[in-house]
């Protein structure tokens, strides 16, 4: 089993920045990939951003191309996503995920999940 816990989530006004972490502990050497994805009241969950262990391509969702960005600190088993510039809309609980194998933006590809950090953007 692998368990996550998210942090940094906040209330920002729009423009500004945050960086959200998501700690691995337990079996970290299992999974394959890590994925960021939210959830606005109301709404679905949707994909953010996906980062494969070791490096390699990472996939984001259109809406925050070019503003968040994902990384892993492997040594601290921890992913991060970085975003700046952020807008209202950007407002939901941020979730971060892993997966044994496999990159996706299928929230069902991933196998482990964290309980979420809310992420609040005022205009």
């Known amino acids: 089993q692998v368990q996550l816990v998210e942090s940094g989530g906040g209330v920002v006004q729009a423009g500004g920045s945050l960086r959200l972490a998501c700690a691995a502990s337990g079996r970290t050497f299992s999974w394959f990939a890590m994925a960021w994805f939210r959830q606005a009241a109301g709404k679905e969950r949707e994909f953010v951003a996906c980062?494969?262990?070791?490096?390699?391509?990472?996939y984001y969702a259109d809406s925050v191309k070019g503003r968040f960005t994902i990384s892993i600190a492997i040594g601290k088993n921890t992913a991060y996503l970085q975003m700046n510039t952020l807008k209202p809309e950007d407002t939901a609980v941020y979730y971060c995920?892993?997966?044994?194998?496999?990159?996706?933006?299928?929230?069902?590809?991933?196998?482990?999940w964290g309980q979420g950090t809310q992420v609040t953007v005022s205009s």
């Open positions: 995920a892993a997966a044994r194998d496999g990159l996706s933006y299928s929230s069902n590809q991933y196998d482990y």
């Open positions: 980062i494969p262990r070791t490096g390699g391509k990472i």
